[in-house]
């Protein structure tokens, strides 16, 4: 019943030109002893979000280097994934709680699952809470259980995090983006890896700026004048309405200046759309502001090349788990301009890699420094690049899982 995933293939000599041989040998070295071993990837799902898109490139890649890894899904329905929803929200800090009928329709979901579980294994990694509770139903699977948290658990509802926090502290390790998102209690290995993004999937892969602007122009953009990006859901903790009025302070300087907003949507999320068009009528249909969805047939590419056309990437989150459209932006030599919160202050460091803000006067103000001087653009911009290419790239994070794995009894 848990869905195989079915994945390319990625070759980690592919990445040496970009993070240098000394990481890839290291990874070479750490890998070998693990040769053979099994890991089992359990999430929620397959495409959107950002599981997805780190599994996708990391699985082959651990594959690449030896590892028997495999990926696969569980199987839910409307039902389980409402309740997940709320989970999901609520554990980010969101007032409305879990009733036990609810938590009922998680429990029985994952014990379903777990049934449903095969093999045996030397490692289970389950990503975020909706499979959480499948430890419970499948411990005599594998000896190691690894529970790799991808949200921002700092100021929970406490309610829904201590009915959860029995079920993770059953896990021999736990994973988080950030020391802050560690909950209080908890037992057991506690490990920090950020995310990272894949320099070499379609969304990060270099564009020439020809390309780049040719699909801008497809939208409306006119490439001649500067843009200004932001790329993100709309939720209200994304402020896309802080972006647009950062835009208009920015536009009494420069009246040329353009704003794209780029988001993708779930067809299925009514708050989601709520709040699409509540930003949608407070552009008050400026033609100077572009608001663009997935249905608009933005995919990976057209993201990729707003991100490196845009002349200033903004990310004006209110709160921000670790912020992948930053590391994003960075990879793509763009100045940043960014919300002084969560994962957002590790990668921008304000005056080197982009600019941390809390307001829109901030943000325009930073803005216009950065479009009236291209050397300081270019150079926040180089300093970016370096910065991603350090820390926040695939092969970092291989490298990560492998000394987890390495300090295992496997
Ligand atoms: N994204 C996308 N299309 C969109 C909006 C977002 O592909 O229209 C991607 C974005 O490029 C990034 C991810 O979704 O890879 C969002 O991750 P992030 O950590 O920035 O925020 P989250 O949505 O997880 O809060």
Same mark, same amino acid.
């Given at each position: ?20 041989? #000394?990481? /890839?040998? !290291? @990874?070479?070295?750490?890998?070998? %002893? =693990?040769?053979?071993?099994?890991? &089992?990837? $359990? ?5 959107? #979000?950002? /599981?997805? !898109? @780190?599994?996708?490139?990391?699985? %082959? =890649?651990?594959?690449?280097?030896? &590892?028997? $890894? ?5 199987? #839910? ?334």
């Amino acid at each position: 019943m848990l869905q195989d995933v079915g994945l390319g293939d990625r070759s980690l000599a592919d990445y040496t030109h970009l993070v240098g041989r #000394g990481l /890839v040998e !290291e @990874i070479r070295q750490r890998a070998e %002893p =693990l040769a053979g071993k099994r890991i &089992l990837n $359990v999430s929620a799902t397959a495409f959107g #979000g950002g /599981v997805s !898109e @780190i599994l996708y490139a990391i699985v %082959p =890649l651990m594959r690449d280097v030896g &590892l028997d $890894v495999h990926w696969r899904v569980i199987l #839910g329905r409307e039902e389980f994934f409402n309740v997940t929803k709320l989970m999901h929200n609520s554990l980010q800090g969101d007032d409305q709680g879990i009733s036990d009928q609810q938590w009922e329709v998680f429990e029985a979901y994952n014990a379903m699952n777990a049934q449903s579980l095969d093999d045996d294994w030397d490692v289970i990694i389950v990503h975020d809470p909706q499979p959480a509770a499948l430890r419970a139903g499948a411990t005599n699977h594998s000896r190691n259980w690894i529970w790799r948290c991808h949200i921002d658990l700092s100021t929970p509802n406490l309610e829904t995090l201590e009915r959860l926090m029995p079920l993770l502290r059953d896990y021999d390790e736990t994973v988080y983006h950030m020391e802050q998102y560690v909950p209080d209690g908890m037992d057991g290995q506690v490990q920090i890896i950020p995310p990272a993004i894949d320099p070499l999937s379609p969304k990060n892969m270099a564009l020439s700026p020809e390309d780049a602007s040719f699909v801008c122009q497809q939208f409306g953009i006119d490439t001649d004048r500067p843009l200004i990006c932001q790329v993100s859901r709309f939720g209200p903790w994304k402020d896309p309405m802080g972006v647009i009025d950062a835009f208009r302070l920015v536009r009494e300087e420069m009246p040329e200046v353009q704003l794209a907003l780029v988001g993708s949507m779930a067809t299925d999320d009514p708050e989601g759309w709520e709040f699409f068009h509540q930003t949608f009528s407070y552009a008050d249909g400026d033609p100077d502001i572009k608001i663009l969805n997935n249905l608009n047939n933005v995919g990976a590419i057209e993201v990729n090349a707003f991100q490196s056309q845009a002349d200033v990437v903004m990310q004006k989150s209110l709160r921000e788990g670790f912020g992948l459209t930053v590391t994003e932006a960075l990879w793509k030599v763009r100045p940043v301009v960014a919300g002084n919160v969560g994962g957002i202050p590790l990668q921008v460091q304000d005056g080197e890699t982009g600019y941390l803000i809390s307001s829109p006067e901030d943000a325009a103000d930073r803005t216009l420094r950065i479009l009236r001087d291209p050397e300081l653009a270019k150079q926040l911009g180089r300093a970016g690049k370096e910065r991603a290419r350090e820390l926040f790239l695939t092969p970092r994070l291989l490298r990560d899982w492998l000394r987890v794995f390495g300090a295992m009894d496997l």
